[in-house]
C-alpha cells in the first residue's frame, strides 16, 4: 500500500508538471528601449489585457530591437516579441545582417500590427537637405541589432553611400534626439510609428526637418526588398512640418515561438482586434491593429493559434508546424 501511495504521489507530481508545461504563466514580450514605439505598445498591450483569465500575465521586456528579440526568441529567452518585418525575413532566412550568424528559427508570426515609417531627421537650420547631404555628416543609425539600422543602410544604400562616407553613431530613439538637440550629430535615422514621441518630443523643443526619399530610391528600395512600401508623413505630423513628406515603410509584426499553446496566442488576438484596447488614441498615433491588414506584408508562415482566429474570420493563412524550421511563405487572404 506505501508503494502504491507513493506511486500515485509520484504520478501526481509528473501530471502537474506536464499540465504546467503545456501552458506558460507568463509571456515575455521582447520590445525595443523605454522611448521607442514598441515598448509602448506592448506595455499598453500587457495593461489592458490584466484581468483577462485566458491570457497569462504578460511581462514587457526591453530590448535593443528587432534583431535582439528574433535572436533572444529563438533561444527561448522570450515567448514573443515585436519584430519588423524585413529583420524577420533576414533572420528566418539567414540573410542580411544573418548572413554569418545563420538562421533564427522556432517562431511563427501572430499578426501585422501596424506600418513604421522610416524618417530621417535633421535640425531645421541644417544645410542637409537631401538625403545625399548626409555625406562627411555624423549621423545616428539607430541602435547596433536593430532594424533601424538595417533600414538606414539599405535607404543610404539606395543613394549610393555607405557608412564609411560619414562619421556613424548608433544610438536609441531618445538618445539621438537628445545628441541632436545638443549638436552632437547632424541626422538620425528613425524607423517607427509617425508621430514618434522622440521626435515628437524634440520637435516641441527645436526646430526640425524630416528628409524625403526621393520618388528613383522608393522605387529601388520597393523594387528591391519586397517589404518596403512606399508611404508618406502627412503635412503637421509633427511641430513646424508644415508639408507632407514622401518615404518608405516596412511593418511592425507581432510574433510569437512555435511551443505557445494556440489557445494562448489566439486570446491574445482576440484582445489585439476586438477594439477594446484604443492603442491609437492612448499612444498618440495610427497603431490601431485592423485584421484586415494583419496578414499582408508578413515574410514567415503563422502561429496554429493566429491561423485559428484568422479563420474564424475567413482569412486563410499558411501555419508553422510547431516542429517546422522550414522557409519562409507569403500568407494570403480570401476574398
Known sequence: M???TALLAVFAVALCCLTACSQESELRLGTGNEKGMY????TLLSEEAQGNAEIPAISVETTAGSSANLRLLSQGFLDMAIVQADTLNDAYNGTGFFSNSGKYTGYSAVAGLYTEVCQIVVPADSDIKTIDDLAGKTVSLGERESGVLQNALQVLDAYNLQETDFTAEYLSFSESATALEEGRIDAAFVTAAAPTPAVANLADKMGIRVLAIDPFAVNV????HSYYVACTIPANTYE????AVDTVGVRAVLVARNDIPAAQIESVMKVLFDGTIPFAEKLNSPMQPQIDEATSGIPIAFHQGAANFYGDNNITVSVMDEEDEGSAVSASQDD
Open 221 to 224: 528600395l520597393t523594387k528591391r
Open 240 to 243: 513646424g512640418q508644415t508639408t
Open 2 to 4: 506505501k508503494r502504491f
Open 39 to 42: 515598448y509602448q505598445f506592448g
